[in-house]
């Protein structure tokens, strides 16, 4: 799933620069491209995250899932936090950069874990909770 969305990030990040530079200036432009690129890292971060977790129970899927969420968003946070301190950064336009690209990316997993890699999943017997 990661493989078949990085294609774009660049090509995203690029637009996502030229349309913020072209709308209010530079720093606009900046921290909206950041914001995608932070947007794609999070995706590529839990997809790996979770083909990690898969590999050893369905148990520790299931944290990695959830602490996963919780610990990349404080990342997020935390990067946010150190660009305020650049002049040029613009915490909205960051969030304008994040906020409709990881809905795009969610609704793209949504998309392939519908389609023919979703009916290839398999749980182990043996793993399964009841």
């Given amino acids: ?31 909206v491209a950041t914001g995608a ?7 590529a971060a839990a997809g790996l995250t ?7 129970s369905v148990t520790f899927l299931g944290v990695a899932a959830f ?3 919780v610990v990349r968003l404080a990342v997020i946070a935390g990067v946010v ?3 305020d301190r650049l ?12 906020l409709p690209l990881s809905f795009a990316l969610l609704l793209f997993e949504a998309k392939i874990l519908m389609g023919p890699v979703g009916r290839e999943v398999r ?3 043996g793993d399964a909770t009841s």
């Avoid at 078949?4 to 921290?31: E, N, Y």
């Avoid at 979770?50 to 050893?56: G, N, P, Y």
């Fill in 1 to 31: 799933m990661v493989r078949r969305a990085l294609p774009f990030a660049v090509g995203v990040v690029i637009l996502c620069f030229a349309l913020g530079t072209a709308a209010r200036g530079l720093g606009v432009g900046a921290s």
């Fill in 37 to 43: 690129a932070v947007a794609f890292a999070n995706f």
């Fill in 50 to 56: 979770l083909v990690w977790a898969s590999r050893i």
């Fill in 67 to 69: 602490s996963g969420v």
């Fill in 81 to 83: 936090v150190l660009l």
């Fill in 87 to 98: 002049a040029l950064f613009s915490p909205g336009a960051f969030f304008l950069g994040v």
């Fill in 123 to 125: 749980i182990p017997e």
